[in-house]
């Protein structure tokens, strides 16, 4: 019989790594994916980069603009949180005999929330 088995990791590196550790130690494993939220990889190369504010100013003489532009680190709270969660979600396909091996891996490799279903 088969048997799905999902778990939850912090980062997409770490469910890859078990992901590869799973499919390397235990037999009847027929399929390993992920699933992440891409747009936090966006999010992180925003974070380390700069930001620019445009400042408007307004000069007495007859129809001239000024523009000052401010430029300061990037900071993460710029980013919603829903964009900066890296969150992994990972699907396991697997014989029903395996089930046990593929929990005790997951465990041992910092895996939440595992949950298996028949």
């Known amino acids: 019989m088969i048997s799905r088995v999902t778990a939850e990791f912090e980062s997409p590196e770490l469910a890859e790594l078990a992901m590869k550790r799973v499919k390397e130690s235990v037999d009847y494993v027929y399929s390993a994916k992920t699933i992440y939220n891409k747009i936090s990889d966006r999010a992180l190369k925003i ?26 680190p990037a900071s993460r709270d710029i980013i919603p949180e829903p964009a900066r ?3 992994t979600s990972a699907c396991i396909i697997c014989g029903s005999a ?13 895996a939440l929330n595992i949950r298996f279903a028949q």
């Open 98 to 110: 395996a089930v046990d091996n593929v929990i005790s891996v997951l465990n041992s490799m910092g």
């Open 47 to 72: 974070s380390r980069g700069t930001s620019f504010s445009i400042i408007p100013t307004y000069c007495n003489t007859h129809t001239n603009f000024l523009t000052a532009v401010m430029e300061s």
């Open 85 to 87: 969660s890296r969150k």
